[in-house]
């Protein structure tokens, strides 16, 4: 059971699922999405959020191994690991979800208005019968008993009288339902910080003073003012904004959290950059630090600030916000960077409060058996960050502590595959794959399409000329019906997919919406499910080559989405119905690296009855690990190291494979070899790349020859034997990171120094330590150090980000404080460096060329998909996790691991696969054998077949082969042609392109 339909929850229930686990996906709304399908963009790739979600949502609702239980809430849970039984409330709806088809005429029958709506924060109303968002899954309508005529005074009835399904029952009573589960993953997400508590700031008093979450709303295109942003008390355009981080975080005033909130910095950037692409206006952001720790964010602040202008008011914060009651403008009083007082007038103020544990949290712990830490979230542990105090249960996403949408994404896997454990025994048996309905046979039939033409909020909506590109469609030849959609991505636009199929007899159906990079599964599963060959749909892009590049351009945009509509059904008309080709799969996995990361992963699988090949160069198992001498929890790395390197080695589901490197890993999904440098090979389903990283070894300062200078983890060997003896220490950081040389943020290194100068402290309260810092990026709890740091006496000496390191001459560290304005001598008798880490790029390279996979600008591997993909490659089959993919702490590393092997599980699971139908097909009529293709080809999927009569024919593996099309330009015969992009589907494209164009020549 999964208890939190956000996408914690969701990937959670998708991971589990396709390993063909029965799941209950239980969320206490009408509606599953949480928190991220309110969200307008997500950073740091600016995706909208709607658009990436809504096909997880989608996935969710129809996979036939999930039971999606909205509008129940868990009451009750007995009996232990492997044998639950939770008694679960079905709350009475009132409307009958198996009836209700989501048409919203009750909605407009409804006479109860003006109840502040829920999912818009309280910006807009709702009626008292209503449908939480436009994208809702699943879209049925919900009564709220406490504002229905009906249900309180006996009178009314009007939904029910225009409810042509009859689907209204006002006699609806709550129900308990008793379910038996093995284990049970906690993904109650979170809220926010209510921002009353901030008197100081005016919230709730000046009308133009907003949260960041409702701002988010205002920004939306499904918003209350779809995506126009306007000033609250006026309904203008705003020309100046200010954001103000840490509303409701790192303060102990009285009602705030002590804790940071580790999204809010990137959020503020991710909404002024996106307010800047509405209108020319000032935006600044006042920020105590700035922590953009993660991968590729602090790029995304140099974006926000040189590219689009933002100010970024650095060490700031602001003591209060007034309004002038006249003009409603505010008034903000900061310092600026030459220490002046200052006072600037903003037509609005946005507040990124932080994040808190749901309401009811207490009660929902106490419920399940499970302890909360003292801020008042899920308590684990660094070693255990999956596990909850109550065997059985785990926990992922917010509920857990702070943090971003790819961090909840990675753990939910990772809780997965944990809960898995407890369902996978001798005795499992999968569930049930899904059966669809007979495809139709289309072969010499005459093409009728059917056409949907997406809104997509304002994405689309707000640019093209939706119904008059939809009337257009119904203009062009061989097409049947045509309807324009909201959101084609949403369920109800889906079933009316699968549904008029049937009704109007389709063979063809063609979606004019946003990308096929993420949205055409869910288009050609509607078709499948409508008893359509899903190759049989086409897609237009009129969002990403269309509205969004000519956003200014409405009549040009319009027509040219009416030829990129017209080319899409000429394609359509000669598609043809493709299968894909049955791959057996191996059933085993590879893990390359046996640091912490590699070890977690490689347990997680071997836990569920898989066999695992562990990969470690070096002698010894550990990693870098091995040079850690602290703790964590009150337990040592080292202790918890060596425990983890006993259970891998006596595991006999898990061979070790020391001393020796990979040599080349060829092969596909399901089915690779993995061969070794000592000249062994194995079979292997998966493959992960844990391969680590590597500390930056610094040159500056002199280290290593002048004996006053070290690393960090010199600094802790020390600190930990006893042989320590600074008393005028300075800490440097970012050495190594945040440079000219390396742009990123190594995330761990102010933590660490911090642990370090808190130790020296205790140890001898008269030393005199000082941390030289551009920012200090203590995330999350780890802002507790920081406390205890300043408690201790530890001083703080922040330099600009654009300065060089601070100097050094052997004896004085000579550094620019910027809360000072001058230059400080500090002298010194021990300096340690805050060594970033480096990505170890050449070991990299060479295993990326073997699978095929990309490295970041910064060294690191880059995954499929930055939010929701963060531990999947683009190549199917490979995997990544541990600072291999970024630098990242101890328990972020671990709850990766887990990730990564829950998404390989979902692979070595199966006993096949089907390969992609759309694939490269050599003509043997044609084919002469000359080995062009081959050469060409990126992915080793062709070869040449000596034939019975002599001479070679070119064989395409359709395991192996990306569908790319090299081989087919390549060709000088023609004898290679692309399934579902013959030579001829691609020239009707071009014909219609140039026969008929719209509004030009």
């Not at 409060?353 to 009660?363: C, D, F, M, N």
């Not at 562990?614 to 850690?628: D, M, Q, S, T």
Request: charged letters at 25%; one cysteine or more.
């Amino acid at each position: 059971m999964v208890i939190g339909g956000g996408i914690a929850g969701i990937q959670a229930s998708l991971d589990l699922a396709d390993r063909g686990i029965h799941v209950y996906l239980v969320e206490k709304d009408p509606t599953i999405g949480g928190v991220m399908c309110r969200l307008d963009k997500t950073f740091p790739t600016n995706d909208c959020s709607a658009c990436i979600l809504s096909p997880k949502m989608a996935d969710c609702a129809g996979h036939p191994n999930i039971d999606v239980l909205t509008y129940h809430e868990v009451q009750k849970v007995e009996g232990e690991a492997g044998d639950f039984k939770v008694t679960v409330l079905k709350k009475a709806r009132y409307v009958n979800p198996k009836e209700c088809t989501g048409c919203g005429d009750c909605l407009a029958k409804c006479p109860v208005k003006n109840i502040p709506d829920k999912y818009e924060f309280g910006l807009t109303n709702r009626k008292a019968i209503y449908i939480p968002h436009a994208q809702a899954v699943p879209r049925v309508a919900i009564i709220d008993k406490d504002y229905c005529n009906m249900i309180k005074k006996g009178k009314c009835g009007l939904c029910a009288k225009n409810c042509g399904k009859g689907a209204i029952h006002y006699d609806d009573k709550d129900e308990l339902i008793t379910l038996e589960v093995g284990s049970i993953i906690a993904a109650p997400g979170f809220a926010v910080w209510n921002a009353a508590n901030a008197s100081e700031y005016g919230y709730g008093r000046f009308q133009n003073v907003v949260t960041a979450i409702e701002y988010e709303r205002i920004m939306c295109a499904s918003g209350p003012h779809r995506g126009h942003i306007v000033v609250p008390s006026s309904g203008e355009d705003p020309k100046k904004i200010a954001y103000i981080q840490c509303c409701g975080s790192r303060s102990e005033k009285k009602g705030w959290k002590k804790y940071c909130s580790s999204v809010c910095c990137m959020y503020a950037t991710k909404q002024a950059m996106i307010t800047k692409e509405h209108g020319d206006l000032q935006e600044d952001i006042f920020f105590m630090d700035i922590r953009s720790y993660g991968k590729e964010f602090e790029a995304y602040i140099h974006r926000g600030e040189n590219e689009y202008g933002i100010k970024m008011h650095r060490g700031a914060r602001v003591s209060n916000v007034e309004e002038d009651p006249v003009t409603k403008k505010l008034t903000i009083s900061y310092t600026d960077d030459e220490n002046n007082g200052v006072s600037e007038e903003f037509d609005m103020v946005v507040l990124s409060v932080g994040l808190v544990p749901p309401e009811g949290a207490q009660e929902f712990a106490d419920m399940l058996g499970i302890e909360l830490n003292e801020y008042g979230f899920c308590k684990t542990t660094v070693y255990h960050p999956l596990e909850t105090t109550r065997k059985g249960v785990f926990v992922t996403g917010a509920f857990a502590a702070p943090k971003d949408i790819p961090t909840s994404v990675a753990e939910a896997c990772g809780a997965s595959a944990k809960a898995g454990a407890y369902i996978v025994d001798e005795n499992f048996e999968p569930c049930a794959p899904k059966i669809y309905p007979p495809e139709k046979d289309v072969e010499g039939k005459e093409p009728r399409v059917g056409v949907w033409v997406c809104h997509c909020g304002i994405n689309i909506g707000s640019v093209v000329d939706v119904p008059a590109v939809t009337e257009y469609a119904k203009t062009l030849p061989h097409v049947v019906m045509a309807s324009e959609s909201q959101y084609a991505c949403a369920q109800d636009c889906l079933e009316s997919i699968s549904n008029a199929i049937k009704e109007h007899d389709l063979n063809r159906v063609v979606v004019a919406s946003c990308t096929p990079r993420t949205h055409e599964p869910l288009f050609r599963e509607a078709c499948r499910n409508g008893g359509l060959n899903k190759y049989l749909c086409n897609m237009a892009n009129i969002r990403d080559q269309c509205s969004w590049i000519h956003m200014h351009e409405h009549e040009a945009a319009t027509n040219k989405a009416k030829d990129l509509l017209r080319m899409a059904i000429a394609k359509a008309c000669l598609l043809e119905p493709l299968v894909g080709a049955e791959i057996p799969v191996t059933n085993a996995a590879a893990v390359i690296g046996g640091g912490i990361t590699g070890m977690t992963a490689a347990l997680d699988i071997a836990a569920q009855g898989y066999p695992v090949h562990l990969v470690e160069r070096e002698n010894e198992l550990g990693g870098f690990a091995r040079n850690f001498r602290h703790k964590e929890d009150g337990v040592a790395v080292q202790d918890f190291l060596t425990e983890t390197i006993q259970k891998v080695e006596s595991n006999k589901l898990i061979t070790v494979h020391k001393g020796v490197t990979v040599k080349d890993i060829p092969g596909y999904v399901g089915n690779f070899k993995l061969q070794l440098s000592d000249g062994a090979e194995y079979p292997v389903g998966v493959v992960l790349f844990a391969v680590g990283a590597t500390p930056y070894e610094p040159t500056e300062y002199n280290n290593g020859k002048d004996p006053k200078v070290m690393t960090q983890t010199v600094a802790e060997k020390k600190i930990e034997d006893g042989s320590f003896n600074g008393q005028d220490v300075a800490f440097i950081q970012c050495v190594g990171s945040r440079s000219k040389d390396v742009a990123y943020c190594s995330r761990v290194c102010c933590a660490a120094s911090l642990r370090e100068a808190i130790q020296i402290k205790m140890k001898n309260p008269m030393a005199n330590v000082t941390v030289i810092h551009k920012d200090i990026r203590t995330y999350a709890f780890r802002e507790e150090l920081y406390y205890r740091a300043c408690q201790l006496g530890v001083k703080f000496l922040r330099y600009p980000v654009d300065d060089e390191l601070p100097a050094y001459d052997g004896n004085v560290v000579k550094a620019y404080d910027a809360t000072l304005g001058a230059e400080v001598e500090i002298p010194v008798d021990t300096v340690i460096l805050a060594a970033g880490i480096a990505p170890d790029r050449e070991n990299k390279e060479n295993l990326a060329k073997m699978v095929k996979v990309p490295i970041s600008k910064d060294g690191f591997y880059f995954e499929a998909h930055q939010k929701l993909r963060p531990v999947d490659f683009a190549t199917e089959g490979v995997y990544v996790a541990g600072t291999a993919h970024w630098p990242k702490f101890m328990d972020e590393c671990i709850a990766q691991a887990s990730g990564a092997a829950s998404r390989m599980l979902t692979v070595i699971s199966k006993d096949k696969l089907i390969s992609e139908g759309i694939t490269a097909v050599a003509n043997p009529d044609r084919c002469d054998g000359c080995g062009v293709c081959v050469g060409c080809c990126d992915y080793n999927a062709i070869t040449l077949v000596e034939q019975p009569n002599g001479g070679f024919k070119s064989n395409v593996n359709p395991g192996l082969c990306k569908g790319c099309g090299c081989c087919v330009a390549s060709c000088p015969a023609s004898a290679m042609e692309q399934r579902g992009f013959r030579n001829k589907q691609i020239i009707a494209e071009i014909d219609a392109c140039l026969d008929y164009p719209v509004g030009g020549e």
